[in-house]
Every structure is written in structure tokens, then in C-alpha cells.
């Protein structure tokens, strides 16, 4: 990797990292310009580097969810970074979603570009974010909170089946169930309530969200939000299964794909946005077009995971990694597409609840238009399919394909999901 003037480049810091897998492609977009710092530590995780290394210039082992320390921290290293190199910290930057306000704290109090941090948390509670949308009349699924089963049940009726039980604070899915009937609430307020993270702060009395099911497309915007602007920079279409569950099986984007463009979209988007004060910075926004209207998922305040960034950039060229660093540094950000071409990625899963003891890939069956193609986890592993398990757990690999339609580039991930194949543990090999 090379760094173009390295002594030249502003100095970043970088609150979380995250796996190599999911955002190594951010590392390498933003060293390319920046000198990155990085914060890291906290809730069991270990303040040391691993992957991170050749992309970053330092790191301060810290707890990265107490914004106190961490501005404490900062403010040292900034006056370090003036007395050595004759600039401070330009910006900070945070994509992992259960930081995103605590970094958002940290830039606000060394007032650096940032949305406020009451904007980013209300990203991050999806009760907030729907009250925040309904004084705005901005068009989104009907809505609410519930501290107990008979509120879910009274809920629910009220709102009309089939409905959606999701927990009020999580990402990516995690708990998240369809519910068709009655008899089926109690069992999808539980799921909701046990995907219990040891890095989730916010614990709320009403902690459980039931809202009206959206028929229809579901789409993901990345969108850059900078001098009172939001622009869209990339459409990712979503491919859902395991029902019951809605888990993200994958991701298709278009460079040349026409809402990109489209003015009720982008109404709409302009709008969540306002109504969230949320100004400065990247989101990735979840809607769905349902009866005739783009209605609002939710609006996380930071950018996509599941590799949605780097679609984003094989399809239409526009570094969406790269612009998340350039807001943050008060930059504008370079937002010229080039050539549009189709990117997407594939998660794969095993046929069936399993311990596999092994996943062979013959790389050699891998079609030219596969761009990456890789395991997820180590193995012998125990795996078990949404509902019961959630996506870090059960997807085993996944395939970034690029090319010039979107038939072949559907076709070249079903190519390539067949070099893949497990093998399951024996009763005695298992771990």
C-alpha cells in the first residue's frame, strides 16, 4: 500500500475498528489520505492492534465507550501531534454502531465536523427515530414501544397483522421477527429482548418496538450529508431470508440504478435527515416502497456494513469509505462517479443447524468476475440459522462479484457459491 506525501496527509482519529473481513476496505481507502489514529479498548475488547496495523500510525488504548476519557485522550494527543508534526487532529471517525455517539461527543467537544451527538443517538433508538419522523410527517411504518407481552399483544392489534417485532436500540437485524398472529407475539417479544450485547449501553423500560409490516422492496441509501446537503451515493438492494427473521443473505448495487435520482427518494431522505438533525457525517438509511411510497426503516448514523461501502465504490466509483473521512475532516468530499458498472455480495450459510468441521474452496472454480471470496469465521465451528443464530454466527462465507449487468453478476455468484463446500463434524470431532 502506498501513501502519496505521507508527511503531508491530516491526522484522524479512528474511535473502534471492527474485523479485517468487514472493514478492511475502509482502512485502505482512508490512509491513502489520512494519518490515522486509532481508539481502541473497551467492553472485553483488547487494546492492542492486529489487522490494523500497517494502515494506522498509532493507537491509544482506551475504554471507547466513556466520551469523558476519550476527550481527555484526545486533547493530549492533539497537543502531542501540534508540538511534533505542526497540526492536530483533523476530524474523528466511527463506524461501529454502538460508539457512533460517543465518537460523535468526541469530535463535538474538540470542535471538529460532526452531527450532533442528540442527532446520532437518536439514530441509534428507534423509538427516538420514529418520533422524530412523525412531527416531521416524514412517511415511515406505524410504531410502538412496549414494555411487556400485553403491550405487544394491545400493539399489535392496534396496528393490524402481520406485524414487526424488533428491539428498540440494535443493528443488522439482530432480533427482529415478523409476527403473523397473536399467538406468536410472546415468543418474538423474548427473541427480541435476548440478543443481549455486552457493548449495549442503553437499556430502556419499553425496550421492545412493534410496528406495521411494509410490504415491498427494501433498499439501502448511503448518502453523504455535508454544507446542508444529503446526497445519495449509493442504492443497495436488499436480498432477505429465513423468514420469520429478516436476515441480510445480500446486497445488489447499480451504478447507473435511476433512484439514484429519483426525486420522491430523495424527498424523503432529505427529510428523515432534517427531522433528525442529523447534518454532518455518512448514513447508511433503510426504507422500503411500500403502496406507492418510500417509507423509512431506520436511519443508522454511520456508514453500512455487510461490505455495502466497497459495492458502493465497485459500482459507481464514488469512495463512500473515503467521504465518511473527508466530512469528518471538514473536507468536501469527491462525489464524481465513474463508469457504472453492478456489484454484489452473497452470504452463504449451511443447508442446516450444524458443527462443521471444515469449508474447502476450490479457487480455481471462482469466475473472473468475482472481485473477493472468503470464510468468515474459523473452523470447527457450531452454526446455527436465523432465527436461532444471528449473522456474525451464521454466515460461513461470502462473494463480491463484479460486471457489467446484473445478470451476470448474479450469475457469477452462483458460479462461485458451488467452489464452497462444508464439511460437517462427526459426533467425535466435534468441538
Not at 442528540?118 to 410504531?143: F, G, I, M, N, Y
Not at 423509512?296 to 465518511?324: F, K, Q, S, W, Y
Not at 472481485?371 to 469465521?377: F, I, K
Request: charged fraction near 20%; hydrophobic fraction near 45%.
Amino acid at each position: 500500500m502506498e501513501h502519496p506525501a505521507p508527511d503531508d496527509r491530516p491526522f484522524l482519529i479512528q474511535v473502534s475498528s471492527l474485523s479485517a473481513v468487514a472493514r478492511e476496505a475502509f482502512a485502505v481507502s482512508v490512509a491513502q489520505r489520512y494519518r490515522v489514529w486509532l481508539f481502541v479498548g473497551g467492553a472485553g475488547r483488547t487494546q492492542t492492534v492486529t489487522w490494523e496495523g500497517p494502515y494506522i500510525v498509532g493507537h491509544t488504548g482506551i475504554d471507547t465507550q466513556d466520551a469523558p476519557a476519550m476527550i481527555e485522550a484526545a486533547r493530549a494527543l492533539d497537543a502531542r501531534l501540534r508540538a511534533e508534526h505542526g497540526r492536530g487532529v483533523a476530524g474523528v471517525v466511527c463506524y461501529d454502531e454502538a460508539r457512533i455517539v460517543d465518537a460523535a461527543a468526541l469530535a463535538a467537544a474538540l470542535g471538529l465536523p460532526t452531527s450532533p451527538p442528540e442527532a446520532v443517538a437518536r439514530c441509534r433508538d428507534k423509538h427516538a427515530t420514529r418520533t422524530a419522523l412523525a412531527a416531521a410527517d416524514v412517511p415511515q411504518p406505524r410504531s410502538r414501544a412496549v414494555a411487556d407481552v400485553p403491550q405487544a399483544v394491545a400493539a399489535a392489534e392496534a396496528i393490524g397483522y402481520p406485524v414487526v417485532i424488533k428491539p428498540r436500540n440494535l443493528a443488522a437485524s439482530f432480533g427482529v421477527l415478523r409476527v403473523d398472529a397473536p399467538d406468536g407475539i410472546a415468543a418474538a417479544h423474548a427473541h427480541a429482548l435476548s440478543i443481549d450485547l455486552p457493548e449495549e449501553k442503553n437499556r430502556y423500560e419499553a425496550g421492545v418496538l412493534v410496528e406495521e409490516y411494509l410490504d415491498g422492496p427494501e433498499i439501502s441509501v448511503d448518502a453523504a450529508c455535508f454544507d446542508g446537503r444529503v446526497v445519495p451515493l449509493g442504492v443497495a438492494h436488499k436480498e432477505l431470508g429465513f423468514a420469520p427473521a429478516f436476515e441480510e443473505v445480500g446486497h445488489l448495487v447499480d451504478g447507473a440504478d435511476p433512484l439514484l435520482r429519483d426525486p420522491d427518494l430523495l424527498a424523503v431522505l432529505t427529510g428523515a435527515h432534517a427531522a433528525l438533525g442529523f447534518h454532518t457525517g455518512v448514513t447508511h438509511t433503510e426504507l422500503r416502497h411500500s403502496r406507492g411510497v418510500w417509507k423509512v426503516v431506520e436511519v443508522n448514523g454511520r456508514l453500512g456494513g455487510g461490505l455495502i461501502p466497497h459495492l458502493d465504490r465497485l459500482a459507481t466509483g464514488v469512495d463512500v469509505n473515503l467521504a465518511a473521512a473527508d466530512i469528518a475532516a471538514g473536507r468536501t468530499p469527491e462525489l464524481t462517479p465513474g463508469p457504472s458498472r453492478v456489484a454484489a455480495i452473497q452470504f452463504l450459510y449451511p443447508d442446516h443447524d450444524m458443527t462443521i468441521a471444515e469449508i474447502r474452496v476450490d479457487t480455481a472454480a471462482l469466475p473472473p468476475e468475482v472481485e473477493r471470496a472468503g470464510l468468515l469465521a474459523p473452523t470447527p465451528r457450531e452454526v446455527k440459522l436465523p432465527p436461532n443464530g444471528q449473522a456474525w454466527e451464521s454466515r460461513i462465507a461470502q462473494i463480491v462479484a463484479v460486471a457489467d449487468t446484473e445478470q451476470d453478476c448474479r450469475a457469477a455468484l452462483e458460479v462461485a457459491a458451488k467452489a464452497f463446500t462444508v464439511i460437517p463434524a462427526t459426533e467425535e470431532s466435534a468441538p
